[in-house]
């Protein structure tokens, strides 16, 4: 997927908004070019975990739909951990086994790292992810 430096650096600034909880949303665009990014309210309340809140995500299925978009990648934030799916990352994405995963880690919060990822079948792929 290619992405807009100035879209992570909203996604960047989500995470930062979020903390100390994790934040998640969904990222919209079409022929694998990155275009928009969908904040979905993390539900879960947890520095650990994400839950994308009912509504909000419905919300953004919409708005994506709407504009006659794909949805291309859900991303999470981890609030002290690096970039990399957690066991419950790899848990709980059974339910969305074809999306691309980006992850923004705020270990260190004056360098955030932001990387994609596939994961299917309980296994961690990278996946391309073009910062331009």
Known sequence: ????????????????????????????????????????ENAAKSPLRFQMNPQGQY?????????GMEFLAIYHSHT???????????NESVAWP???????????PEAPEVKGYWLKEQTIADAELDIS
């Open 1 to 40: 997927m290619r992405v807009a430096r100035e879209l992570i650096d909203e996604i960047v600034a989500h995470a930062r908004e979020d903390l100390p909880n994790e934040c998640c949303g969904l990222i919209a665009g079409r022929d694998g070019v990155a275009e928009v990014v969908h904040p979905v």
């Open 59 to 67: 919300d953004a299925w919409k708005a994506i739909e709407d504009a």
């Open 80 to 90: 002290k951990t690096t970039a990399y799916p957690s066991q419950t990352d790899l």
């Open 98 to 108: 074809e999306q691309m995963y980006v992850i923004v880690s705020l270990a260190d």
